[in-house]
Every structure is written in structure tokens, then in C-alpha cells.
């Protein structure tokens, strides 16, 4: 075969494998769009675990009518315009891929209004074909539609698992993403049921709430409260007390500048900090934020943006530690010395 440019809505389909391996990861890259322009109020509706419709509604800044198609083409994006806006991207998206991938790869509609326009604009793209623009009845802020997810990708389609796996992931991503926005209410809904509803909250006691709200009582009552700066890092969150310790490390939430990471450097530095004060086998529970200069860390290490690269590792790994190891052994001090009354 002759050398040959790929067709656009190819390029996309092959942009989408990366970025989009199931329903969870459209729910993701929306919910992250909705928080990017602002929304107070993000409603989410699944049917069928995602694999029949995916619907998003926010009321945040929305998208200018003669933006619209362009929101649709790849590398295209309002969050970035240069190296020096990349080194310091403090929004959660900033590759200008995630709506043409998903475009591509299902029925696909998106509807938006800005506060300042008469009326909403809606456009609808089958398999990445884009119609033309139609005026459209909604408030103020974005929707967006997502139908028969990989109907168009039969490989993709077929490793979809059961409805309530699918549901399941989903669940997850929003539970996460709840931890990181309490500013804002999200609201999800299951084939017509509401699920969860996690109420927006900024203040101490709204925030605690959140944390009601997304991990339950078993951990909101047995965790302590931290905010420690140091070398120009700021730690705060909650660090689950060794009562609230798990089989699994299934309620571990590491956040850097609001984005969810995972990343060995911050994990050795909480496992070593722990090792004083759990059995062997159990694994800590505790929601964090990391605060740093968004110059000293590489967000734009992966596609998915699950990983990050701090550019002084030694220094982050050892301000975890020593910040986390100091308050669980102040717990462990009072623990004996409440037991030796
Ligand atoms: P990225 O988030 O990396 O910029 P996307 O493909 O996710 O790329 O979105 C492309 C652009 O469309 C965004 O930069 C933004 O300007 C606009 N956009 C997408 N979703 C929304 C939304 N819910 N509200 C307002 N603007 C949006
Ligand atoms: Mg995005």
C-alpha cells in the first residue's frame, strides 16, 4: 500500500482507543469538561451502564455558536495556546482530544448556550459525521449526549462488560471527582433512578459532608484532618486513623492541584509513613491534596492524564512522608496514652 494521510474521523477512532477503553472514561473526560467551564451543578444520566446513552448537563460557561464545530475538531482547545500555558495548565484538560474522540465513536450530540446568547445551538455528529448546526431550547451551560458507545467499533463494543461493572466504574470516576470539586453538585442518575447525589459544600462542614457523601461513615468518623505547608507544598485532607484501615486499597485518594494521580512516588512515601502503625496486609484509607507550583510538575505525561512527573521527586516523596509519618505518631502517642489512664 501506497504511504496515504488517514481520514480525520480514522485519526480520531485511533485517538479514541487511547483515551476512551469504556463508559467510565467518557463520564470522566465530560464531568472534567463540566468542571473546566465552571459549573455549580453537574446532572449525569446513564442507561444501561453507559453502553446505551451517556448524558451530561452542566451550567457552566458554555460554548460560543461559531465555537461549536471547532470543539468537535482535534487538538482544538480554549484551555492552552502555548508552551508557557502548558507548563502551568491548571485545568483538567488541555489536549483538545476528548470530545472528536468520543464524537467519533458514537451517536453523539452536543447542545450549548453561554449566559450571554439567545438561545443554545445544537450539534449532532453519527459515527463522526458532523450535521449542521440547529438552534436548541436549553438553559444556560452545555449537554452532551453520548449513544451506543463503540456502535461503530464492533472489537471495542464486544469487551464492554456486564451493565452493573460498567455502572460500577462509573460510580467510581464521579466518587472521585466529588472528592476533588465539593464546590460543585453532582448528581447521578441509573435508568431513571437517582443514585447519588453529592451536595456542594466549600466550607469545613461541606466538606465534610462530601466526605460523607462519597466514602461513608466508616471513614468520615474515623479520620483525622491535616493541612501542612512546607518548601512551598501544601499537604490537607484527611488520613484514615489504622481503625479505618482496609483489606484492600480500595479507598485511597491522592489529588495534585485537584487532579487524581497515581504516581509510585507518593505511594511509597504513604505506605512508609503508615508501616509504624498497620498490621502487615492492611492498607491505609485517606483522601489528600497536593498543592505545588503547577511549573514544578508534568501533567502531560500520558494521555489519560493519570500520571504526573514531579521534577523534584526527592523532595515531594520526603514532605509526604515526614508530614503523614508525624501525624499518625501523634495519634499512636495519644492512643497509648489514653490506654496506660
Ligand atoms: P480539552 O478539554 O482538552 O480542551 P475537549 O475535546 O474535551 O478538549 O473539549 C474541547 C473544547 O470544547 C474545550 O477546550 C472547551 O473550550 C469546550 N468544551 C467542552 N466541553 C465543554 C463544556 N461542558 N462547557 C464549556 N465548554 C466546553
Ligand atoms: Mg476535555
Redesign the pocket.
Known sequence: MPIQQLPDVLVNQIAAGEVIERPASVVK??V???L??G?TRIDIDIEEGGARLIRIR?D????PPN?LPL?LSRH????IANLDDLEAVA?L????????SIASVSRFALT?RPSDAEHAVRLEVDGGRIGAPTPAAHPA??S?EVRDLFFNVPARRRFLRAERTEFGHIDDWLRMLSLARPECQIKLQHNGKQVRLYRPGLDDAGRMRRLLDALGDGFASQCLAIDQEAAGLRLFGWVGLPTASRSQADQQYFFVNGRAVRDRVVSHAVKQAYADVLFHGRHPAFVLFLEIDPRRVDVNVHPAKHEVRFRDQRLVHDFLYRTLHQVLAETRAGAAAAQSL
Request: proline residues 3%; negative net charge; hydrophobic residues 35%.
Open positions: 473526560e465530560l472534567e469538561n463540566a473546566d467551564a459549573a452542566d457552566g460557561g458554555g460554548i465555537e470543539a482544538a482547545t480554549s484551555k485545568t484538560g488541555f489536549r483538545g482530544e476528548a470530545l472528536p450549548s451551560g452545555t452532551v
